[in-house]
């Protein structure tokens, strides 16, 4: 079975600080990949950032990255220069060959002015 | 470009009731699946479809149905609503490959009395 744990319900910090989002999953699938969704009040999921499992190198869109350690299967989200508009719920995600995706239960993050 | 697009945003049901909740995407998508996201719970997977008549069950598929007639449109029918089904749905598409990430319609937010 395939389960993605988010251990932070809620986190909080400074416009401009930089915030870190933990994510662990258990599979024993050899190739998957991995995503961040991001659900703003309006409700719509958008897509963040994702990893495969086959690549080391850690991914990175913009103010967004990752640090992705296959062997603990942790998959944990850096934001830098926190904005207003990061305020959001955060969801860990997991897919497999079946395509299907494994939610994690999310974290609320705040962004404070 | 539409996306993925479904109908209606809001429906309010009498426990018994039956419907149909619309999704239909534009971008040739193989894919397409229904999830439900309930409070503390993240995302979960109710059914799926790898083409069209091709269909199969999810994590929590009990009370729903589903068909693929068309490679553009997947509906999720209720035939006998119940209080449980009270939720958020969402309706996500994507490419066949394992490495696309889905995107995801703007939700359903069904309330069953």
Redesign the interface.
């Known amino acids: 079975a395939q389960t993605?744990t988010q251990s932070q319900?809620e986190m909080s910090v400074q416009e401009a600080e930089t915030v870190t989002l933990s994510c662990t999953y258990d599979t024993s699938e050899s190739?998957?990949?991995l995503?961040w969704y991001k659900q703003p009040p309006?409700?719509?999921?958008i897509?963040v950032i994702?990893q495969?499992a086959y690549k080391q190198q850690n991914a990175t869109e913009n103010r967004f990255s990752v640090n992705f350690q296959k062997a603990a299967k942790s998959f944990s989200l850096k934001i830098s220069d926190s904005q207003l508009g990061d305020t959001a719920m955060y969801?860990c995600?997991f897919?497999?060959?079946a395509?299907?995706?494994?939610?994690?239960?999310?974290t609320r993050l705040t962004v404070i002015p | 470009n539409a996306g993925v697009t479904q109908t209606p945003k809001f429906q309010v049901l009498k426990t018994g009731q039956s419907m149909t909740l619309q999704c239909a995407q534009d971008m040739n998508h193989e894919y397409m699946s229904w999830y439900r996201q309930d409070p503390g719970m993240g995302l979960r997977l109710i059914h799926y479809s790898v083409g069209a008549g091709i269909t199969d069950q999810g994590e929590v598929p009990n009370g729903y149905n589903v068909s693929r007639s068309t490679t553009e449109d997947f509906p999720l029918r209720l035939l006998s609503a119940a209080p449980s089904q009270t939720s958020v749905y969402f309706c996500a598409s994507s490419g066949q490959a394992s490495n696309q990430p889905q995107h995801f319609g703007d939700g359903t937010r069904l309330s069953i009395l």
């Open positions: 993605v319900p190739n998957y990949y995503f309006s409700r719509q999921m897509l994702r495969e969801f995600a897919k497999t060959g395509n299907n995706l494994f939610f994690g239960t999310g």
